[in-house]
């Protein structure tokens, strides 16, 4: 029970356990779009859009109002962290057991966050716009057994930060072009670093201060997004689009602690074809970070015993690709249901939305790999979020 305790209060405490490799960086991830292999690009239609393509903010239905959303705690977790949770649980406090259970799942990556992304938007005839406020914890693990009774790497983040975002359409002889811009101030805590067996068996608070002592950093950044889709024939039976996206201008380096958002530059293309017997479909394929701006973070060990890091450039395109596919099945005004899948870094994608009066669920499988491309680790994620809105 006490090492359930721990990882809890790792969590609550935004200290997470990574290692080895790091993922690309993001702030949040919409199990809505991860459900649809994360493209998102050409497509928008969430107040989210701020974190793929602002100029998406004008696809908001205008008919929905000031559409709100409250209280949308989402958690994400690997496929066996529980089972990782309850064999370190029941470790208790012997060593020589917890370094059994490391053993066990030696170099295997394990991801928890839970993330909370509450919003108001609305889209005029005007112009469309949304404020938002973030605030997450990103948290990994990942254990190795190649010491005397092995640790766990660290690399984690809690981060919080409001988020402005504006779109206006312009209408153009060769078609309609929506335009838009972001701006967000992000602020955090990073932990870059290893536990050892022997240290897990402490009491909480004495982990928590040996975590904060020695690996704590904090910083914050502020950034700027630009957005642009292209509807060259709108009215037509496909409604095809294509949108771009520079995201992350300014200071969002976070001085290069874990959790920095480089500037990405991504592109997108999506069909809305009309199908009678849906109320909605939607085909989108995107191309992520199309100049290689993500570096693979790999950390070891220096002569004094300390970790460090290198920073990789990391250019594998399977990474980058992103193709899904929504089909609204229902949209009315007490009940809204819609089934996502898709192909996220290679692997299989799928979700379900579902919104019923003022409740709103939302589910979605992903995978994530995690590495430099040649040795990738596969890291099956599990997404639910259940929040208010209207």
Request: negative net charge; contains cysteine; hydrophobic residues 40%.
């Amino acid at each position: 029970m006490k090492k359930r305790i721990i990882l809890g209060t790792l969590l609550t405490t935004t200290t997470s356990l990574m290692a080895l490799d790091a993922a690309h960086a993001f702030l949040y991830k919409d199990p809505r779009v991860m459900g649809m292999g994360g493209a998102s690009v050409a497509v928008g239609g969430y107040s989210t859009a701020v974190f793929s393509n602002p100029a998406g903010l004008t696809e908001i239905k205008k008919d929905h109002g000031f559409v709100i959303e409250l209280l949308g705690v989402g958690a994400t977790g690997s496929e066996q962290i529980m089972d990782f949770a309850d064999d370190l649980g029941d470790a208790e406090d012997d060593t020589a057991a917890i370094a059994d259970v490391i053993s066990k799942y030696n170099g295997e990556h394990f991801h928890i966050d839970v993330s909370n992304y509450s919003s108001i938007s609305k889209n005029s005839d005007a112009f469309a716009w949304s404020i938002g406020l973030l605030a997450a914890t990103d948290v990994n693990l990942e254990p190795h057994s190649n010491s005397a009774d092995g640790f766990l790497e660290t690399s984690s983040r809690g981060y919080a930060g409001v988020i402005l975002g504006a779109a206006k359409p312009f209408e153009t002889g060769i078609g309609r072009i929506d335009v838009g811009m972001s701006f967000k101030y992000i602020t955090q805590q990073s932990y870059e670093g290893a536990l050892q067996a022997a240290d897990i068996v402490k009491d909480s608070d004495e982990i928590l201060d040996t975590l904060r002592d020695k690996f704590e950093r904090k910083t914050s950044g502020f950034g700027v997004d630009l957005g642009v889709t292209y509807r060259p024939f709108e009215n037509s039976f496909w409604h095809p689009a294509i949108g771009a996206s520079v995201l992350n201008m300014g200071s969002m380096d976070m001085d290069n602690n874990y959790g920095q958002q480089p500037m990405t530059v991504n592109f997108g293309v999506s069909i809305t074809p009309e199908v009678p017997i849906l109320d909605k479909l939607v085909i989108a394929v995107d191309y992520l970070d199309a100049f290689n701006a993500n570096e693979i973070r790999t950390y070891t060990y220096d002569d004094q015993g300390e970790i460090v890091y290198v920073d990789d450039v990391e250019s594998d395109m399977m990474k980058r690709v992103c193709v899904g596919m929504g089909m609204g099945l229902i949209d009315s005004k007490y009940f809204s249901t819609q089934i996502n899948v898709g192909m996220y870094q290679g692997a299989y994608t799928a979700g379900l939305d579902m919104t019923l009066t003022l409740l709103k669920l939302n589910l979605a499988t992903y995978e994530e790999q995690i590495g430099t491309g040649g040795v990738d680790t596969p890291d099956r994620r599990y997404m639910v979020q259940l929040g208010l809105g209207w």
